[in-house]
Protein backbone atom coordinates (compact mmCIF):
# COMPACT_ATOMS: atom_id res chain seq x y z
CA UNK A 1 0.00 0.00 0.00
CA UNK A 2 0.97 3.84 -0.47
CA UNK A 3 -0.27 6.35 1.83
CA UNK A 4 0.24 10.36 1.17
CA UNK A 5 1.09 12.25 4.35
CA UNK A 6 0.17 15.69 3.23
CA UNK A 7 -3.56 14.90 3.75
CA UNK A 8 -3.16 14.30 7.17
CA UNK A 9 -2.65 16.51 10.26
CA UNK A 10 1.18 16.83 10.99
CA UNK A 11 1.92 16.71 14.84
CA UNK A 12 5.21 18.53 14.55
CA UNK A 13 3.24 21.60 14.09
CA UNK A 14 3.58 21.67 18.01
CA UNK A 15 6.80 21.26 18.02
CA UNK A 16 8.01 24.16 15.37
CA UNK A 17 4.81 26.22 16.02
CA UNK A 18 5.95 28.03 19.80
CA UNK A 19 8.40 31.38 19.58
CA UNK A 20 7.38 33.59 17.17
CA UNK A 21 3.93 35.10 16.71
CA UNK A 22 3.57 33.67 13.51
CA UNK A 23 4.23 30.46 14.82
CA UNK A 24 1.83 30.76 18.22
CA UNK A 25 -0.61 31.03 15.25
CA UNK A 26 -0.32 27.98 13.57
CA UNK A 27 0.04 26.30 16.86
CA UNK A 28 -3.48 27.25 17.97
CA UNK A 29 -4.55 27.02 15.02
CA UNK A 30 -3.67 23.20 14.55
CA UNK A 31 -4.51 22.91 18.48
CA UNK A 32 -8.23 24.14 17.13
CA UNK A 33 -8.16 21.68 14.02
CA UNK A 34 -7.39 18.73 15.93
CA UNK A 35 -10.25 19.76 18.79
CA UNK A 36 -12.92 20.04 15.65
CA UNK A 37 -11.63 16.54 14.12
CA UNK A 38 -12.17 14.87 17.80
CA UNK A 39 -15.75 16.20 18.02
CA UNK A 40 -16.49 14.73 14.59
CA UNK A 41 -19.14 11.70 15.05
CA UNK A 42 -16.93 9.02 15.30
CA UNK A 43 -15.17 9.74 18.07
CA UNK A 44 -18.35 9.87 20.53
CA UNK A 45 -17.98 6.62 21.70
CA UNK A 46 -14.21 7.18 23.04
CA UNK A 47 -15.46 9.71 25.20
CA UNK A 48 -18.47 8.47 26.53
CA UNK A 49 -18.52 7.99 30.53
CA UNK A 50 -16.07 10.98 30.55
CA UNK A 51 -17.38 13.58 32.27
CA UNK A 52 -17.57 16.83 29.61
CA UNK A 53 -17.05 15.72 26.35
CA UNK A 54 -15.78 19.04 25.48
CA UNK A 55 -13.16 19.48 28.41
CA UNK A 56 -11.96 15.92 28.01
CA UNK A 57 -11.50 16.41 24.29
CA UNK A 58 -9.55 19.80 25.32
CA UNK A 59 -7.38 17.97 27.74
CA UNK A 60 -6.46 15.62 25.20
CA UNK A 61 -5.60 17.95 22.28
CA UNK A 62 -3.57 19.90 25.34
CA UNK A 63 -1.59 16.63 25.97
CA UNK A 64 -1.16 16.16 22.73
CA UNK A 65 0.19 19.73 21.96
CA UNK A 66 2.76 19.89 25.01
CA UNK A 67 3.84 16.31 24.29
CA UNK A 68 5.95 18.25 21.67
CA UNK A 69 6.62 21.85 22.37
CA UNK A 70 8.84 23.32 23.62
CA UNK A 71 7.79 24.59 27.25
CA UNK A 72 6.77 22.96 30.25
CA UNK A 73 3.13 23.87 31.24
CA UNK A 74 0.14 23.46 29.77
CA UNK A 75 -0.70 25.83 27.46
CA UNK A 76 -4.55 26.29 27.46
CA UNK A 77 -4.87 29.31 24.82
CA UNK A 78 -2.26 31.96 23.75
CA UNK A 79 -0.98 33.60 26.70
CA UNK A 80 -2.50 31.83 29.35
CA UNK A 81 -0.22 29.16 31.08
CA UNK A 82 -1.91 26.40 33.35
CA UNK A 83 -0.20 23.64 35.36
CA UNK A 84 3.23 21.87 34.57
CA UNK A 85 3.03 19.60 32.16
CA UNK A 86 4.66 16.85 34.23
CA UNK A 87 1.25 16.72 36.32
CA UNK A 88 -0.49 14.21 33.88
CA UNK A 89 2.99 11.87 34.05
CA UNK A 90 2.87 11.99 37.85
CA UNK A 91 2.39 7.47 37.32
CA UNK A 92 4.52 7.05 34.92
CA UNK A 93 8.47 6.70 34.82
CA UNK A 94 8.93 9.16 32.20
CA UNK A 95 7.83 12.56 31.26
CA UNK A 96 6.52 14.75 28.01
CA UNK A 97 9.61 14.35 25.76
CA UNK A 98 8.95 18.36 24.70
CA UNK A 99 10.52 17.54 21.14
CA UNK A 100 9.59 16.31 18.00
CA UNK A 101 7.44 13.83 17.43
CA UNK A 102 9.42 10.57 15.65
CA UNK A 103 6.20 8.46 15.30
CA UNK A 104 2.56 9.17 15.49
CA UNK A 105 2.54 6.03 17.64
CA UNK A 106 4.19 8.43 20.51
CA UNK A 107 0.41 9.36 20.98
CA UNK A 108 0.21 5.93 22.73
CA UNK A 109 2.56 7.34 25.77
CA UNK A 110 0.18 10.55 26.30
CA UNK A 111 -2.20 9.82 29.26
CA UNK A 112 -5.71 10.21 27.96
CA UNK A 113 -5.34 8.73 24.51
CA UNK A 114 -5.31 4.95 24.53
CA UNK A 115 -5.61 2.21 21.65
CA UNK A 116 -9.27 3.08 20.73
CA UNK A 117 -8.98 6.77 20.01
CA UNK A 118 -5.22 6.35 18.70
CA UNK A 119 -6.68 3.56 15.95
CA UNK A 120 -9.69 6.58 14.95
CA UNK A 121 -7.36 8.94 15.17
CA UNK A 122 -4.08 7.20 12.63
CA UNK A 123 -6.07 7.93 8.83
CA UNK A 124 -5.69 11.46 10.52
CA UNK A 125 -2.69 12.04 11.79
CA UNK A 126 1.12 12.22 10.46
CA UNK A 127 4.80 13.21 11.76
CA UNK A 128 6.11 14.52 8.13
CA UNK A 129 5.38 17.41 5.71
CA UNK A 130 4.07 21.55 6.49
CA UNK A 131 0.94 22.80 8.30
CA UNK A 132 -1.60 22.17 5.21
CA UNK A 133 -3.81 19.58 4.37
CA UNK A 134 -4.10 18.11 1.01
CA UNK A 135 -8.57 18.17 1.02
CA UNK A 136 -8.26 16.01 -1.90
CA UNK A 137 -7.21 13.13 -0.22
CA UNK A 138 -7.88 13.84 3.06
CA UNK A 139 -10.56 11.51 5.01
CA UNK A 140 -14.18 12.46 5.13
CA UNK A 141 -14.10 13.07 8.70
CA UNK A 142 -10.93 15.16 8.16
CA UNK A 143 -12.80 17.53 5.55
CA UNK A 144 -15.85 17.84 7.72
CA UNK A 145 -14.05 18.89 10.80
CA UNK A 146 -11.59 21.53 8.54
CA UNK A 147 -14.91 23.19 7.05
CA UNK A 148 -16.38 23.20 11.02
CA UNK A 149 -13.66 24.87 12.29
CA UNK A 150 -13.37 27.29 9.29
CA UNK A 151 -16.83 28.41 10.06
CA UNK A 152 -16.05 28.38 13.54
CA UNK A 153 -13.26 30.83 13.32
CA UNK A 154 -14.16 32.76 10.35
CA UNK A 155 -15.77 36.32 10.89
CA UNK A 156 -18.70 36.39 9.58
CA UNK A 157 -18.83 32.35 7.75
CA UNK A 158 -22.38 31.21 7.95
CA UNK A 159 -22.65 28.38 10.59
CA UNK A 160 -22.05 24.17 9.53
CA UNK A 161 -22.09 21.89 11.92
CA UNK A 162 -21.67 18.03 11.15
CA UNK A 163 -25.27 17.08 11.24
CA UNK A 164 -26.17 19.37 8.35
CA UNK A 165 -26.40 16.15 6.18
CA UNK A 166 -27.70 18.45 3.32
CA UNK A 167 -24.95 21.47 3.46
CA UNK A 168 -22.46 18.98 3.89
CA UNK A 169 -22.97 17.03 0.63
CA UNK A 170 -23.29 20.93 -1.11
CA UNK A 171 -19.75 21.25 0.35
CA UNK A 172 -18.55 17.85 -0.35
CA UNK A 173 -19.76 17.82 -3.45
CA UNK A 174 -18.07 21.26 -4.12
CA UNK A 175 -14.23 20.29 -2.82
CA UNK A 176 -14.72 17.34 -5.32
CA UNK A 177 -15.35 18.84 -8.07
CA UNK A 178 -12.55 21.52 -7.62
CA UNK A 179 -10.40 18.78 -7.09
CA UNK A 180 -11.51 16.81 -10.51
CA UNK A 181 -10.32 19.85 -12.44
CA UNK A 182 -6.62 19.52 -14.23
CA UNK A 183 -3.75 20.17 -12.22
CA UNK A 184 -6.31 21.56 -9.25
CA UNK A 185 -5.25 24.56 -7.37
CA UNK A 186 -5.77 25.66 -3.79
CA UNK A 187 -7.44 28.79 -4.44
CA UNK A 188 -10.13 26.69 -6.80
CA UNK A 189 -10.66 24.61 -3.40
CA UNK A 190 -10.96 27.72 -1.42
CA UNK A 191 -13.18 29.80 -3.53
CA UNK A 192 -15.45 26.42 -3.02
CA UNK A 193 -15.76 26.76 0.30
CA UNK A 194 -16.17 30.35 0.64
CA UNK A 195 -19.12 30.49 -1.89
CA UNK A 196 -20.80 28.17 0.07
CA UNK A 197 -19.77 29.31 3.82
CA UNK A 198 -19.15 32.77 3.41
CA UNK A 199 -17.25 34.74 5.79
CA UNK A 200 -13.96 37.37 5.59
CA UNK A 201 -12.76 35.21 2.71
CA UNK A 202 -15.94 34.94 0.89
CA UNK A 203 -17.80 37.63 -1.51
CA UNK A 204 -17.18 38.10 -4.94
CA UNK A 205 -14.67 41.02 -6.38
CA UNK A 206 -16.45 41.73 -9.08
CA UNK A 207 -13.25 41.39 -11.33
CA UNK A 208 -13.77 37.99 -11.85
CA UNK A 209 -10.71 37.28 -9.40
CA UNK A 210 -10.27 35.67 -5.93
CA UNK A 211 -12.44 36.42 -3.33
CA UNK A 212 -10.82 38.82 -0.28
CA UNK A 213 -8.96 36.81 1.88
CA UNK A 214 -8.98 33.42 -0.53
CA UNK A 215 -5.37 33.60 -0.81
CA UNK A 216 -5.63 33.15 3.37
CA UNK A 217 -7.42 30.08 2.71
CA UNK A 218 -5.60 28.56 0.24
CA UNK A 219 -2.53 28.86 2.51
CA UNK A 220 -3.96 26.26 4.73
CA UNK A 221 -4.39 23.88 1.42
CA UNK A 222 -2.02 21.57 -0.53
CA UNK A 223 -2.71 19.91 -3.64
CA UNK A 224 0.80 17.90 -4.35
CA UNK A 225 2.32 15.13 -2.11
CA UNK A 226 5.71 15.08 -1.46
CA UNK A 227 6.11 12.18 1.85
CA UNK A 228 4.96 9.03 0.95
CA UNK A 229 4.20 5.92 3.13
CA UNK A 230 4.90 2.35 1.65
CA UNK A 231 3.72 -0.67 3.56
CA UNK A 232 4.85 -4.25 1.98
CA UNK A 233 3.68 -7.18 3.24
CA UNK A 234 5.27 -10.75 2.78
CA UNK A 235 5.44 -14.41 3.97
CA UNK A 236 7.13 -17.25 3.61
CA UNK A 237 5.35 -20.10 5.56
CA UNK A 238 4.10 -19.37 8.62
CA UNK A 239 6.68 -16.39 9.19
CA UNK A 240 5.17 -12.91 8.02
CA UNK A 241 7.07 -9.41 7.53
CA UNK A 242 5.85 -6.02 7.08
CA UNK A 243 8.29 -3.43 6.04
CA UNK A 244 7.12 0.17 6.76
CA UNK A 245 9.27 3.22 5.26
CA UNK A 246 8.14 6.93 4.94
CA UNK A 247 9.68 8.41 1.38
CA UNK A 248 10.38 12.17 0.68
CA UNK A 249 10.13 12.84 -2.74
CA UNK A 250 11.32 16.51 -2.88
CA UNK A 251 13.67 16.04 -6.14
CA UNK A 252 11.75 13.87 -7.84
CA UNK A 253 14.89 12.32 -9.26
CA UNK A 254 15.94 10.62 -6.08
CA UNK A 255 13.34 9.08 -2.96
CA UNK A 256 14.89 9.76 0.24
CA UNK A 257 14.26 7.46 3.21
CA UNK A 258 13.21 9.51 6.64
CA UNK A 259 11.59 6.29 8.25
CA UNK A 260 12.40 2.38 7.77
CA UNK A 261 10.97 -0.19 10.11
CA UNK A 262 10.71 -4.33 9.72
CA UNK A 263 7.94 -5.40 12.20
Not at 65 to 81: Q, S
Not at 131 to 153: D, M, R
Not at 206 to 234: E, H, K, M
Request: charge should be negative.
Amino acid sequence: SCDTEERKINLNAFWQGEGNAAGQAVYEQQKALLFSLLSHPDFEPIFEGRGSRRDEMQRVVNAIADWADADDRVNEAPGLAGDYEESLYKDLTYKPKNGKYATPAELLLIPGVGDDLYRLLAPSITVFGDNKINLCQATEALVVSFLVHYSNTTPGASPFKVDDETRKKTLLDAIGQACQQPNPQATQIANAITSILGGAAGGGTGTGGPAPGVPALAQRISTTNRFYTVQAIGSSGESVVTIRLVLDMGDPNVAKVLYYRVE
